[in-house]
């Protein structure tokens, strides 16, 4: 943690020094004039032929154009992108819930049969014969083994 802090601040002060230090070489309100052949220049400065000045205007036009365009292009990708993805998610969706409502229904309809199961049988009368059969094999073979005993 403490070299982490050292470094950080040996960072902030070289970006604080190189910026202070920094100087403009250009003007920022800039001089103009128009120079016929073999005038003196008014100031020291670049000079610039009419084609030179209409190559760096356009080129400015084409920069501004070309920016526009890939800003276009990119939001349009995405846009794609986008709609792309929420269509895939609303078909995920619709299958989803397909599922769903087949596994819902074929809950339904099994319940249905376990309840039709259940009421076509009398349960109370299987139960007596269940009963009674168990008494009576007990009972024979309770009379049997006494039987053999003997």
Same mark, same amino acid.
């Given at each position: 943690?403490?070299?982490t802090?050292?470094?950080?601040?040996?960072?902030?002060?070289? *970006?604080? @020094?190189?910026t202070?230090?920094?100087?403009? #070489?250009?003007?920022?309100?800039?001089?103009?004039?128009?120079?016929?052949?073999? $005038?003196?220049?008014?100031? /020291?400065? #670049?000079? *610039?032929?009419?084609?030179?000045?209409a190559? =760096?205007?356009? $080129?400015?036009? *084409?920069?501004?154009? $070309?920016? !526009?365009?890939? =800003?276009?292009?990119e939001?349009n990708?995405?846009?794609?992108? @986008?709609t792309?993805?929420?269509?895939?998610?609303?078909s %995920?969706?619709?299958? %989803?819930k397909?599922k769903? $409502?087949?596994?819902?229904?074929?809950?339904? %309809? !099994?319940? %249905?049969?376990?309840?039709?199961?259940?009421?076509?049988?009398?349960?109370?009368?299987? +139960? +007596?014969?269940?009963?009674?059969?168990? &008494?009576?094999?007990?009972i &024979?073979? *309770?009379?049997a +083994?006494? /039987?053999?005993?003997?």
């Amino acid at each position: 943690m403490f070299p982490t802090k050292i470094i950080t601040t040996l960072i902030s002060l070289l *970006f604080i @020094c190189s910026t202070s230090f920094a100087q403009t #070489t250009t003007s920022t309100t800039g001089n103009f004039t128009f120079l016929n052949k073999g $005038d003196p220049a008014p100031f /020291e400065g #670049t000079l *610039f032929d009419p084609a030179a000045v209409a190559k =760096i205007l356009a $080129d400015k036009q *084409f920069a501004k154009k $070309d920016c !526009e365009l890939k =800003i276009k292009y990119e939001k349009n990708l995405k846009d794609a992108k @986008c709609t792309r993805d929420t269509k895939l998610l609303k078909s %995920e969706l619709k299958i %989803e819930k397909k599922k769903f $409502d087949l596994i819902v229904a074929a809950q339904k %309809e !099994e319940i %249905e049969t376990l309840r039709n199961l259940t009421k076509g049988s009398d349960s109370t009368l299987w +139960a +007596a014969i269940g009963f009674a059969l168990g &008494a009576a094999s007990s009972i &024979a073979i *309770f009379f049997a +083994a006494t /039987e053999i005993a003997q």
